[in-house]
C-alpha cells in the first residue's frame, strides 16, 4: 500500500487524544498528522523494512542497556513536536533526564517532546524526498541527531540540527557522536 495524505477543511482539526484514539482503533495502520494537519496513513511495513527497523532498533537498545543513558522507543511511539505534528520515527531516543520528566500520563499517550536521535529507514512505499522534508521537520522540532538510511539506493544521511545533511557512503559506519557516545552502526548491516 502507498501512502495516503487525507486533508480536511480548515476548521476541522482532530486533538492529541482524538488522534491517538484514531490510531488505537486502528492498530494496522500507522497514522501520523503533519504540520498542516493533514492525517498521513501507512500501512504495515513489509518483512525487510521489518527487519532493518529491528536490526537498527535492537543495536540501539543493547548500546543502550550497557550505558543506560536514556530511553529507546520502537517505530510504534508517536511524538507530538512544536509546530504540531505528531510523527513516528523508525527508531528513536531520549535523554534519560527529559524522559524522567515526563508525567505517566505523557508517557502513555503520544510523547509531548522530540527524541534527541531519530532514525528513518526508507521502505519501497516511501517516497525519499517526504523522508527527506520529515528530517528537516524533527530538526526544526529540536531532534539533535537524525540518520535517514536508505537501502534502496544505499546511501545514508546525517542530520545534525538544522544545517544540510551529510550523505554517507553504504560502506561506512554510522557514529553516535555525542548524542549517542560511543554508538556505532554498520550500514552494511542492511545488505
Not at 27 to 41: A, F, Y
Request: proline share 4%; net charge negative; hydrophobic share 40%.
Amino acid at each position: 500500500m502507498d501512502v495516503i495524505t487525507l486533508a480536511f477543511p480548515e476548521h476541522v482539526r482532530f486533538t492529541d487524544d482524538e488522534l491517538f484514539a484514531i490510531c488505537a482503533s486502528n492498530k494496522d495502520l500507522k497514522i501520523e498528522r503533519n504540520k498542516q494537519g493533514k492525517l498521513i496513513i501507512m500501512s504495515p511495513v513489509g518483512g525487510l523494512s521489518s527487519y532493518y527497523e529491528s536490526e537498527l532498533g535492537g543495536n540501539l537498545w543493547a548500546w543502550n542497556k550497557q550505558k543506560g543513558l536514556g530511553i529507546v522507543l520502537s517505530a510504534s511511539a508517536g511524538f507530538i513536536l512544536k509546530d504540531g505534528s505528531i510523527l513516528s520515527p523508525d527508531a528513536a531516543w531520549i535523554e534519560k533526564n527529559r524522559w524522567n520528566n515526563l508525567k505517566i500520563v505523557e508517557k502513555e499517550k503520544f510523547i509531548p517532546l522530540c527524541p534527541d536521535f531519530v532514525a528513518e529507514i526508507r521502505s519501497q512505499s516511501d517516497s525519499i524526498k517526504n523522508l527527506q522534508e520529515k528530517m528537516f521537520d524533527w530538526m526544526k522540532n529540536g531532534c539533535r541527531l537524525g540518520w535517514l538510511i536508505d537501502p534502496i539506493e544505499r546511501a545514508a544521511y546525517v542530520y545534525r540540527n538544522t544545517q544540510q545533511p551529510v550523505q554517507v557512503n553504504f560502506n561506512e559506519v554510522l557514529n553516535g557522536e555525542t548524542v549517542l557516545p560511543d554508538f556505532n552502526f554498520q550500514l552494511s548491516t542492511f545488505e
